[in-house]
């Protein structure tokens, strides 16, 4: 693993921090454009960048910032935040829109709808840009950035949000499959932290006052409609389906308000949310929080693998944990995910276990199920080459095999890794970690 060096003295919060941003360094690679900040490290499952991994980093990065008291730390991650903010403005296509995933030249490589990224995009902008404002570094670029959120609000606005609902519209986006198509909590709430970020910036102290004013106008309306139609029975909902059903079953992305930082409102709402997610989510075997529950029989559902935690996810509920006060539950998922690293300390995207693995290649992966549900036609963009999809089964079936060899090599292993590293991962283990030292005082 290629690290910088950490600097003396630095207090056990701090180093782990550290570790975790050695991390993100490593799935970084120089490009014209900037550094290209990648889900894996080249030559692992995920070769590019995706605004959706960039903007979950970003947004760890610019709490780190705001919020560390380690000088060391905060330079760091604020040279990180503004290499993602370049690679990111210099992807966005002229008319506002960001897509799934670009390779590390910056072509774009998407396949999936996804339109949640253009809110996610708008958000990696906007916390660099508040960080450079409260460190007093603002950039001569930043009106290329006040240009990139306006053409990404109108574009969005314009093609995903429905007025007469008042939300935006979503096929795919976190979950990569038609399973939260039609309004679904993440995509709005995403879009709702996006506007709300402009607010930030343009009534700070850079003197961007006069900036972002149609986004200002559109979030007092869309705002309400966010916090109110997302909840039943006193839970939040994963999504209203295009049928306009409120979809209950338990989905991480229930923690969206949590996510998005607007547990201030609704607190009791998302409280009970969060604890309904814990018990229906946690993982029997391994612990750890699934994505969602594995109902293989529904076509929408994919298990990647064989179903079992993420760890980024599990490592968004220990912030939860930390910051409503329940110090020791979060220490009792940190404890866990500590447990599941690699010898180089790496942090996974997710794991099974070789029963699950074994019944998903046999049943989802040989038979050409998991084709089917990936390369679900409503799940793609038009016209998508078919070169890509063959780019994207190449590192799938290299995936899966690499997981298959483990296993044949190890066979009484009581768990397998999927995707290690995971750059978000331990993006959110860092914030995990700088939330305990916030709300639980440690050094």
Known sequence: MVTEAKPEGMSETDAAIWRDLDVIELCAIETAKGKAVCATPRGSRYPYVYPRDNAQCARALGKLVTYSKSREIIDRAFTLLEEIARYLLAVQRQDGYWGQRYDVEGNDRAIYRQEDNIALGMSALLDYLYAAEWLERIPEW??????????????????????????????????????????????????????????????????????????????????????????????????????????????????????????????????????????????????????????????????????????????????????????????AIMDLIESYRTEEGYISEHLTTPRRFRHFYATQWNTGLDFQKEFDKECLLPNVSFDLIVEELTHMRDAYSRVKQSLE???????????????RAHAEHALAVLARQQFSGRP
């Open 142 to 331: 930043a009106p290329q950035i006040r240009h990139a959120v306006e053409a990404a609000a109108a574009y969005a606005i314009e093609h995903h949000y429905r007025s007469e609902i008042n939300l935006f519209y979503g096929t795919t986006s976190i979950h990569e499959s038609r399973m939260v198509q039609g309004y679904d909590i993440w995509t709005n709430f995403a879009y709702l932290r996006a506007f709300t970020r402009a607010f930030h910036v343009s009534s700070g102290w850079g003197g961007f006052n006069d900036w972002f004013p149609t986004i200002k106008q559109f979030c007092r309306q869309f705002e309400d409609a966010v916090f109110r139609i997302f909840i039943h029975d006193d839970k939040y909902v994963r999504r209203i389906d295009p049928q306009g059903m409120y979809d209950e079953r338990p989905d991480f992305i229930m923690l969206s308000p949590f996510y998005f930082g607007f547990l201030n409102r609704n607190a009791e709402v998302q409280k009970a949310t969060a604890g309904a997610i814990a018990e229906e989510l946690w993982d029997p075997e391994l612990g750890g929080l699934q994505r969602y529950l594995p109902y293989t029989e529904d076509f929408t559902c994919h298990t990647h693998s064989g179903a079992g935690p993420w760890l980024d996810y599990t490592a968004v509920l220990a912030q939860y944990k930390y910051v409503v006060g329940l110090g020791s539950e979060g220490d």
């Open 409 to 423: 090599r190890n066979p009484d292993v009581r768990y397998l890794r999927f995707a290690t590293p995971l750059m």
